[in-house]
């Protein structure tokens, strides 16, 4: 994985989130896979969702080889009457909500010169209505047991100007869910309902091992954005998730926290190293 394995998240997980019931949207794959494992690993009731049923059921047989027991779903986040009866049904079966981990997205990325208005609209509405409408529906669930918390996927993007790819759409869109997360956890605070927002960095995930792949140059600087010599893996933002909706965080509300080695602390990108 990396000349740096021994540098990767890692830590005891079992019990830190015993009996929690906690939604997972986007569990098909990258992130949101990894997440929704690692919360089965630490006992909580996972209910994992994805637009997608065939990379969902990937992550059906990964908790199935790690005797993980996971409630899965076909459901469009981005869609009201979807999203209300899977939120319906969890409730039907637990009674409760206790975490939302909004990770569910969809992008396009193209220079801005190139964006056609289509693809800047999509991806306003898979960054910020797939936040919008799990949030909403959680929303009076979690005020009449006065708590949960909410964790919200945005992105460096939505902090910094990234070169390389094309983030104009995706920028918009994440600092968005930045704006939302902060708005929306003062207005949870009087019932106890945290919401706070985590920003990856330089990730590896399905979306970004093309161009990572296939361009040197992309590679070079996706490598050398952050200070930590490694760029981030899906595990890192998993344990950050574990942390927020934990009761170790029971006094965190509103924050963004950027996962990304350093990234955002630093100007550029260190192009020369090795």
């Known amino acids: 994985m990396t000349k740096y394995a021994d540098k990767i998240s890692r830590g005891p997980c079992a019990g830190r989130l015993q009996d929690k019931v ?10 949101g896979q990894i997440v929704s494992l690692l919360f089965a690993e630490a006992g909580a009731k996972v209910c994992a969702s994805d637009i997608n049923p065939a990379t969902l059921e990937q992550t059906r047989i990964l908790a199935e080889q790690r005797g993980l027991k996971i409630d899965f779903a076909t459901v469009d986040a981005s869609s009201p009457e979807q999203v209300n009866a899977w939120v319906d049904g969890v409730m039907q079966k637990h009674g409760r909500i206790d975490v939302l981990y909004n990770n569910g997205a969809g992008v396009h990325m193209a220079p801005f010169d190139q964006m056609t208005y289509e693809q800047w609209k999509e991806t306003i509405r898979l960054e910020l209505d797939v936040i919008y409408l799990p949030s909403k529906a959680v929303w009076p669930i979690m005020t009449k047991q006065q708590g949960g918390s909410i964790i919200n996927i945005a992105s460096c993007a939505g ?5 390389g790819l094309g983030t104009s759409a995706h920028a918009a869109g994440k600092g968005g869910v930045i704006a939302l997360t902060r708005q929306l956890s003062l207005e949870g605070a009087p019932h106890w309902i945290r919401v706070n927002c985590i920003s990856p960095g330089p990730i590896m995930g399905p979306a970004l091992q093309s161009p990572y792949d296939e361009s040197p140059y992309f590679r070079k600087l996706f490598d050398s954005t952050p200070s930590l010599d490694r760029h981030g893996f899906p595990l ?34 260190m192009m020369g190293r090795s």
């Open 22 to 31: 906690a939604l997972v949207t986007g569990a098909g794959g990258g992130q």
């Open 159 to 163: 902090m910094l100007a990234a070169e």
């Open 236 to 269: 890192d933002i998993a344990y950050a998730g574990l942390f927020l909706a934990s009761d170790e965080s029971t006094f965190i509300t509103g924050v963004n926290l950027p996962i990304d080695g350093g990234a955002t602390s630093k100007v550029g990108a």
